[in-house]
Every structure is written in C-alpha cells, then in structure tokens.
C-alpha cells in the first residue's frame, strides 16, 4: 500500500469535513461516514496489493515451468500482473 493507514484515516475525515462545510453532503454522524470513506479508500488502495499476491501465487504453480525454459521472474511478473490487470480494466501506477 502506498499510503499509511494513519494518513487514510486522516484524509477520509479532512473529506468528510470539508464536504460538510462547503454544504455538498449532509450528514448526522460524520465521524460514521469517515469512517465508511476511509474502509472505500483502503479497498481501492488494497487492489494492488491483492493482484500481486495472486500474480506470486501464479508464478509459484509454474516455477518448475519457468525454470525449464529459463524464463525470468521479474519478466513474468510483469507480463502476468500485466494481464491481469488488462483482463480486469485496473489502473495501476
């Protein structure tokens, strides 16, 4: 993950709050939509992190594969979080 928890967690209540005073939302209990804003916010911020782990899960059922032909890791890395990523419309950095 890019971001600390601690800085999610701060942003997701500077939005809140800042959505509240310029009068674009209205809410009775803005410390429960922070905190809705910040569990979004990790989600989208976890994607990344979920798709590498499954690329490494992917890589290791072809290990064997991979070392016959003497394919590298990183260039399978890249080509497989690639995919996946194409196959799923994900944007990543």
């Known amino acids: 993950m890019l971001l ?3 800085y999610v967690g701060y942003m997701s ?3 809140v709050k800042r959505l509240v005073e310029r009068q674009m939302i209205e809410t009775k209990t803005p410390e429960h939509l922070a905190e809705r804003v910040r569990q ?3 989600d ?6 979920r798709l590498n782990e499954e690329v490494r899960d992917i890589l290791a059922q072809h290990n064997d594969e991979m070392r016959k032909v003497g394919a590298s890791y990183q260039e399978m890395y890249k ?3 690639g995919e996946l990523a194409r196959q799923r419309k994900l944007i990543l950095r």
């Open 4 to 6: 600390s928890r601690d």
């Open 13 to 15: 209540k500077e939005i």
């Open 40 to 42: 979004t916010m990790n």
């Open 44 to 49: 989208e911020l976890g994607v990344e992190d």
């Open 79 to 81: 080509k497989v979080k």
